[in-house]
C-alpha cells in the first residue's frame, strides 16, 4: 500500500486583487464583503468597495433579480475604484455567476457553491434545460473550484445549534469569509470580534457563527484542492489613524464635526429613502453629541422641521434621494427666500420617479441647480469619493452658516454605500466656522451691516435683511426682544423684510438672491488640476464619484505617453473662479457623466467651449477600462 506526499501549501505575492462575492439578498454577501474589507483595512491595505443591492426588495430567491453583489478591490498600491473586473468570483448560486460572469478576468478564479447548482437553480436562472455551467465547459479559461459549501456548514453544525435548517443556512456567509481570509492570509481576529459584539444578546448565535467561520478557515487550510495562498501587503499610506468608512458614514460624520466646531446643535430632518436612509442611522448613534434626529411622516414635513429648526438656531440638515428632493422643492425655495443655513443632501440614484432605488447615477445635477420654482439658487456642491463626503459635507455646514443660504450637497449611490480607508483627521485641520447671532444690543450690526449704511449710526428698528460683505443678512434668535420680524414665503422687501410686491424691489431681491450665492466663488478654493500638466491637448473634467475611474484611467493614459490631464471639480454652484482660464488651455476637453449630459450643458453655456460628453446612463458606475479608451481615440 501506497500513500500520497500531501501537497505543499505555496504562497504568491499580490500587488492588487478584486474578488467579486455574489449570491441571493439573503445570503449575506453584503455582511461577508463588509467584514473581509474590514479586516483588509485594518491590516493596512488600501481599498475600495462597491456594493451592488437588487432593485427589488423582495425578489424571488435564485433569480437574477434578487443578486446581490460586492466588489472589493484591495491592494498594497494606491486603489481609486473597486476595480472594472474582478479577479476571484465567489458564487452562492446558478443566478449568482450568471449574474456576475462577465465581470471575471479571462482566466480568472471562481468558487462556486455547488448545492446553489441543483435543477431547481438552474431553472430559476434561466439555464436551458438539462444544462449545467459547472459541468458542460463553458467555464473553460477559468479556474474553477466546486465547494458544496451548503452540505459543509450543515455538517459542520451536525444539529448540535438547536437551529433549523434555514436558520443554520444563513451562516454558510461565515464558511465563504474564513475561506477567503485563509487564501489571503489574513487574521479571523477582527471578524470573531465583529461576532462577539453582534450577537452579544445570543450567545447561541455567537457559538454558531464562529464555528463556520472556523471551519471555512481549516477548509482551507486541510484540503488538497487549494495549494496557493495569496499574499497583499500593506499599502504604503501616510501616517495616521485609520478606519473603513463609507460614504453615508462620512457624511454624517461631517455633519457632527461641523456642529462640535461651530458649537451648534446639529438636527438633522428626514424620511427614509434609499439610498440615503444610513445617514440616519449613523446620526442616531450619536446622541451623546446632542444630535437630534427626527424621522419625519413624508419628505415636506421633514424638511419643514429641518427649516423650523434652522429658524429656531440649530445646525440644520435634511436629507434624501432625487425623488425627495422634488418633495422639497418649495420648502427649499422657502428657505431661500428666508435666507436661512440649511443642508440639503441628495444622495443620488437612477431616475426618473422611483427608477432605480439601489443603482447609482448622476441624475440631479439639473435639478440641484435648478429644479425649484421662481429664480431660486443655491450653493451646490459635490462629494468625489467616500472620505470625501466628510470634507464636503462640513464645507457645506461651513458654507451654509457664514453666507445663510441653503446648500446641497450632491453624493450618489456608488460612493455612498462604497468604503475605503479614512484617515482621521485633527480637530486643527478644519477650517473655523464662526457663527454669530444678531442681538438687542447691536441690532444685526455684528454681521457688518451698518457698514451699508454709509457709517456706525445704528436703526432705530431691527432690519432683518440688511447685509454684511458676505451680502449674507443676520440670524436672529426668534423670541428675542428686539428682533421681531416677520417671517414667510412671499418676496421680502430689501432691508425690512415686509411683504412687498413691488416689482423693482423684487427684481432687486432676485439679483441680490443671486449675487450672495455668486459672491461664495470668493471664499471657496481655486480649482486644480488633479493629475497632469496645467496645459495641454486633453483635459478630463469631471465631478462627483467619477473621480476614481477618472484618475486610474487618467494614471494609465500618462503611463502610455498620452497628453492628457484631470480636473474634478467639487464647488458647482458657484463654479471656482479660475475654471474657465483652466478650460482654456487644453484643446480638448472630455466629460465623463454617468447622467444624460448635464454638467457639459452647463459649461458649455458659461464658458462657450465645445466639451466632449461622454455618458453612461446604465445604473453603474465608469470602469477605468472605458475612460482610457475614450482618451485613446481623442489622441488620435
Given at each position: 500500500?501506497?500513500?500520497?506526499?500531501?501537497?505543499?501549501?505555496?504562497?504568491?505575492?499580490?500587488?492588487?486583487?478584486?474578488?467579486?462575492?455574489?449570491?441571493?439578498?439573503?445570503?449575506?454577501?453584503?455582511?461577508?464583503?463588509?467584514?473581509?474589507?474590514?479586516?483588509?483595512?485594518?491590516?493596512?491595505?488600501?481599498?475600495?468597495?462597491f456594493?451592488?443591492?437588487?432593485?427589488?426588495?423582495?425578489a424571488?430567491?435564485?433569480?437574477?433579480?434578487?443578486?446581490?453583489?460586492?466588489?472589493?478591490?484591495?491592494?498594497?498600491?494606491?486603489?481609486?475604484?473597486?476595480?472594472?473586473q474582478?479577479?476571484?468570483?465567489?458564487?452562492?448560486?446558478?443566478?449568482a455567476?450568471?449574474?456576475?460572469l462577465?465581470?471575471?478576468?479571462?482566466?480568472?478564479?471562481?468558487?462556486?457553491?455547488t448545492?446553489?447548482f441543483?435543477?431547481?437553480?438552474?431553472?430559476?436562472?434561466?439555464?436551458?434545460?438539462?444544462?449545467?455551467?459547472?459541468?458542460?465547459?463553458?467555464?473553460?479559461?477559468?479556474?474553477?473550484?466546486?465547494?458544496?459549501?451548503?452540505?459543509?456548514?450543515?455538517?459542520?453544525?451536525?444539529?448540535?445549534?438547536?437551529?433549523?435548517?434555514?436558520?443554520?443556512?444563513?451562516?454558510?456567509?461565515?464558511?465563504?469569509?474564513?475561506?477567503?481570509?485563509?487564501?489571503?492570509?489574513?487574521?479571523?481576529?477582527?471578524?470573531?470580534?465583529?461576532?462577539?459584539?453582534?450577537?452579544?444578546?445570543?450567545?447561541?448565535?455567537?457559538?454558531?457563527?464562529?464555528?463556520?467561520?472556523?471551519?471555512g478557515?481549516?477548509?482551507?487550510?486541510?484540503?488538497?484542492?487549494?495549494?496557493?495562498r495569496?499574499?497583499?501587503?500593506?499599502?504604503?499610506?501616510?501616517?495616521?489613524?485609520?478606519?473603513?468608512?463609507?460614504?453615508?458614514?462620512?457624511?454624517?460624520?461631517?455633519?457632527?464635526?461641523?456642529?462640535?466646531?461651530?458649537?451648534?446643535?446639529?438636527?438633522?430632518?428626514?424620511?427614509p429613502?434609499t439610498p440615503?436612509?444610513?445617514?440616519?442611522?449613523?446620526?442616531?448613534?450619536?446622541?451623546?453629541?446632542?444630535?437630534?434626529?427626527?424621522?419625519?411622516?413624508?419628505?415636506?414635513?421633514?424638511?419643514c422641521?429641518?427649516?423650523?429648526?434652522?429658524?429656531?438656531?440649530?445646525?440644520?440638515?435634511?436629507?434624501?434621494?432625487?425623488?425627495?428632493?422634488?418633495?422639497?422643492g418649495?420648502?427649499?425655495g422657502?428657505?431661500?427666500?428666508?435666507e436661512?443655513?440649511?443642508?440639503?443632501?441628495?444622495?443620488?440614484?437612477?431616475?426618473?420617479?422611483?427608477?432605480?432605488?439601489?443603482?447609482?447615477?448622476?441624475?440631479?445635477?439639473?435639478?440641484?441647480?435648478?429644479?425649484?420654482?421662481?429664480?431660486?439658487?443655491?450653493?451646490?456642491?459635490?462629494?468625489?469619493?467616500?472620505?470625501?463626503?466628510?470634507?464636503?459635507?462640513?464645507?457645506?455646514?461651513?458654507?451654509?452658516?457664514?453666507?445663510?443660504?441653503?446648500?446641497?450637497?450632491l453624493?450618489?449611490?456608488?460612493?455612498?454605500?462604497?468604503?475605503?480607508?479614512?484617515?482621521?483627521?485633527?480637530?486643527?485641520?478644519?477650517a473655523?466656522?464662526?457663527?454669530?447671532?444678531?442681538?438687542?444690543?447691536?441690532?444685526g450690526?455684528?454681521?457688518?451691516?451698518?457698514?451699508?449704511?454709509?457709517?456706525?449710526?445704528?436703526?432705530?428698528?431691527?432690519?432683518?435683511?440688511?447685509?454684511?460683505?458676505?451680502?449674507?443678512?443676520?440670524?436672529?434668535?426668534?423670541?428675542?426682544?428686539?428682533?421681531?420680524?416677520?417671517?414667510?414665503?412671499?418676496?421680502?422687501?430689501h432691508?425690512?423684510?415686509?411683504?412687498s410686491?413691488?416689482?423693482?424691489?423684487?427684481?432687486?431681491?432676485?439679483?441680490?438672491?443671486?449675487?450672495?450665492?455668486?459672491?461664495?466663488?470668493?471664499?471657496?478654493p481655486?480649482?486644480?488640476?488633479?493629475?497632469?500638466?496645467?496645459?495641454?491637448?486633453?483635459?478630463?473634467?469631471?465631478?462627483?464619484?467619477?473621480?476614481?475611474?477618472?484618475?486610474?484611467?487618467?494614471?494609465?493614459?500618462?503611463?502610455?505617453?498620452?497628453?492628457?490631464?484631470?480636473?474634478?471639480?467639487?464647488?458647482?454652484?458657484?463654479?471656482?473662479?479660475?475654471?474657465?482660464?483652466?478650460?482654456?488651455?487644453?484643446?480638448?476637453?472630455?466629460?465623463?457623466?454617468?447622467?444624460?449630459?448635464?454638467?457639459?450643458?452647463?459649461?458649455?453655456?458659461?464658458?462657450?467651449?465645445?466639451?466632449?460628453?461622454?455618458?453612461?446612463?446604465?445604473?453603474?458606475?465608469f470602469?477605468?477600462?472605458?475612460?482610457?479608451?475614450?482618451?485613446?481615440?481623442?489622441?488620435?
Amino acid at each position: 500500500m501506497t500513500t500520497e506526499t500531501p501537497k505543499q501549501k505555496t504562497n504568491k505575492e499580490l500587488k492588487e486583487v478584486v474578488i467579486l462575492f455574489a449570491g441571493d439578498s439573503g445570503d449575506g454577501i453584503q455582511l461577508t464583503g463588509t467584514q473581509f474589507t474590514n479586516t483588509n483595512a485594518l491590516f493596512g491595505n488600501d481599498i475600495s468597495t462597491f456594493p451592488n443591492y437588487p432593485a427589488e426588495i423582495r425578489a424571488p430567491a435564485g433569480t437574477i433579480a434578487g443578486v446581490s453583489g460586492f466588489q472589493v478591490n484591495f491592494g498594497s498600491v494606491n486603489i481609486y475604484t473597486a476595480g472594472d473586473q474582478c479577479d476571484v468570483l465567489v458564487v452562492m448560486n446558478a443566478a449568482a455567476l450568471k449574474a456576475s460572469l462577465l465581470n471575471l478576468k479571462q482566466n480568472g478564479i471562481i468558487i462556486a457553491n455547488t448545492s446553489g447548482f441543483e435543477p431547481k437553480n438552474l431553472e430559476l436562472a434561466k439555464y436551458p434545460k438539462g444544462v449545467n455551467p459547472l459541468k458542460d465547459g463553458s467555464l473553460e479559461g477559468h479556474t474553477v473550484h466546486e465547494i458544496d459549501i451548503t452540505k459543509l456548514t450543515r455538517a459542520c453544525l451536525d444539529n448540535s445549534s438547536g437551529l433549523g435548517v434555514k436558520e443554520v443556512d444563513r451562516s454558510k456567509n461565515m464558511f465563504v469569509l474564513g475561506f477567503i481570509l485563509w487564501m489571503y492570509n489574513r487574521s479571523m481576529e477582527p471578524s470573531l470580534n465583529y461576532l462577539k459584539e453582534q450577537f452579544k444578546k445570543r450567545p447561541e448565535l455567537i457559538e454558531t457563527n464562529t464555528k463556520v467561520l472556523k471551519a471555512g478557515y481549516n477548509y482551507g487550510e486541510t484540503t488538497e484542492t487549494f495549494t496557493t495562498r495569496y499574499e497583499v501587503k500593506a499599502a504604503p499610506m501616510p501616517k495616521g489613524t485609520y478606519r473603513s468608512i463609507m460614504g453615508n458614514q462620512a457624511t454624517a460624520i461631517g455633519l457632527i464635526a461641523a456642529a462640535r466646531k461651530s458649537g451648534l446643535s446639529l438636527y438633522y430632518g428626514t424620511y427614509p429613502i434609499t439610498p440615503a436612509s444610513d445617514i440616519l442611522h449613523e446620526l442616531a448613534k450619536h446622541k451623546n453629541f446632542g444630535v437630534k434626529t427626527f424621522q419625519a411622516e413624508d419628505e415636506i414635513a421633514a424638511i419643514c422641521s429641518s427649516i423650523g429648526a434652522s429658524f429656531g438656531g440649530s445646525l440644520a440638515v435634511t436629507g434624501s434621494s432625487g425623488p425627495g428632493i422634488a418633495l422639497k422643492g418649495e420648502a427649499i425655495g422657502l428657505a431661500v427666500m428666508l435666507e436661512i443655513p440649511l443642508i440639503i443632501i441628495n444622495v443620488q440614484r437612477g431616475g426618473p420617479s422611483t427608477g432605480l432605488p439601489t443603482k447609482t447615477e448622476q441624475a440631479d445635477l439639473l435639478q440641484a441647480m435648478y429644479g425649484r420654482n421662481g429664480e431660486c439658487p443655491v450653493i451646490v456642491l459635490a462629494a468625489s469619493s467616500p472620505s470625501d463626503c466628510f470634507t464636503m459635507a462640513y464645507e457645506a455646514c461651513r458654507l451654509s452658516l457664514q453666507h445663510m443660504t441653503p446648500v446641497m450637497l450632491l453624493t450618489d449611490g456608488y460612493i455612498a454605500n462604497g468604503a475605503e480607508p479614512w484617515r482621521f483627521p485633527k480637530a486643527s485641520e478644519f477650517a473655523d466656522i464662526k457663527v454669530s447671532f444678531a442681538t438687542p444690543s447691536l441690532k444685526g450690526e455684528d454681521k457688518g451691516n451698518s457698514s451699508l449704511q454709509g457709517g456706525g449710526q445704528l436703526p432705530e428698528k431691527y432690519l432683518p435683511y440688511l447685509r454684511d460683505e458676505k451680502l449674507s443678512r443676520p440670524w436672529a434668535i426668534p423670541g428675542t426682544k428686539g428682533l421681531e420680524h416677520r417671517v414667510g414665503g412671499i418676496e421680502k422687501e430689501h432691508e425690512t423684510g415686509n411683504i412687498s410686491y413691488d416689482p423693482d424691489n423684487h427684481e432687486f431681491m432676485v439679483r441680490m438672491r443671486q449675487a450672495k450665492v455668486d459672491k461664495v466663488a470668493d471664499y471657496v478654493p481655486e480649482q486644480k488640476i488633479d493629475n497632469g500638466k496645467e496645459k495641454g491637448k486633453i483635459l478630463v473634467l469631471g465631478w462627483g464619484s467619477t473621480y476614481g475611474s477618472i484618475k486610474t484611467a487618467v494614471i494609465d493614459c500618462i503611463a502610455k505617453g498620452i497628453d492628457v490631464s484631470h480636473a474634478h471639480v467639487k464647488y458647482m454652484n458657484p463654479l471656482p473662479k479660475n475654471l474657465g482660464s483652466i478650460l482654456k488651455n487644453f484643446d480638448k476637453v472630455l466629460m465623463p457623466e454617468m447622467n444624460n449630459g448635464q454638467f457639459s450643458k452647463i459649461i458649455r453655456d458659461k464658458f462657450l467651449i465645445d466639451a466632449i460628453g461622454f455618458d453612461k446612463i446604465k445604473g453603474a458606475p465608469f470602469t477605468a477600462g472605458e475612460l482610457s479608451k475614450k482618451i485613446e481615440e481623442l489622441n488620435k
